[in-house]
């Protein structure tokens, strides 16, 4: 029986990132086409940092030991805002985004929070329809502005 199909029989279980996670993330990242920034916000040192604070939440799913899916949640004490959602493409179809969202949706209401937004790459079709199918909305008449003091940041 080949992984995919244990994973299927099995399933996943949702957990919290740990630092121990990193490699096994960034790969995911990498095989998902999510961009990664080494030398910056994706270094393990700024993981490391981002995790000592009170508003990150990163959930992980794991299948056998294996980091299949991510989702990276932040608060900025009105919203909360999803990044990184990413799920190994031989897992995807299967529910893995809607319950680590429905997860992360429910640690953000604990928090006292009742605005949820993400950013979407305007190239990720399957991203998109995936939040307007679970009652997201796009925002038209929002522009995406940063600022970067750093390069690779």
């Known amino acids: 029986m080949n992984r995919e199909c244990e994973c299927s029989k099995l399933g996943f279980a949702l957990r919290d990132f ?10 995911l990242w990498r095989s998902c086409g999510l961009p ?18 009170p508003t990150a939440l990163f959930l992980v799913a794991v299948c056998q030991g294996e980091i299949i899916g991510t989702l990276f949640g932040t608060t900025d004490g ?42 979407v790459e305007d190239h990720s079709d399957m991203s998109m329809r995936l939040f307007e199918e679970i009652g997201y909305r796009d925002d038209p008449t929002v522009h995406y502005f940063s600022k970067r003091l750093k390069d690779g940041s």
């Open 18 to 27: 740990q630092i121990g996670d990193y490699d096994q993330v960034i790969e």
């Open 36 to 53: 990664f920034r080494p030398d910056g916000r994706d270094s393990r040192e700024r993981i490391t940092k981002e995790f000592e604070r």
């Open 78 to 119: 009105r919203k909360g805002w999803l990044n990184r959602l990413a799920v190994r493409p031989d897992h995807r179809r299967r529910g893995l985004a809607k319950r680590m969202i429905g997860e992360m949706e429910t640690r953000f209401e604990a928090l006292g929070l009742e605005v949820f937004s993400c950013l």
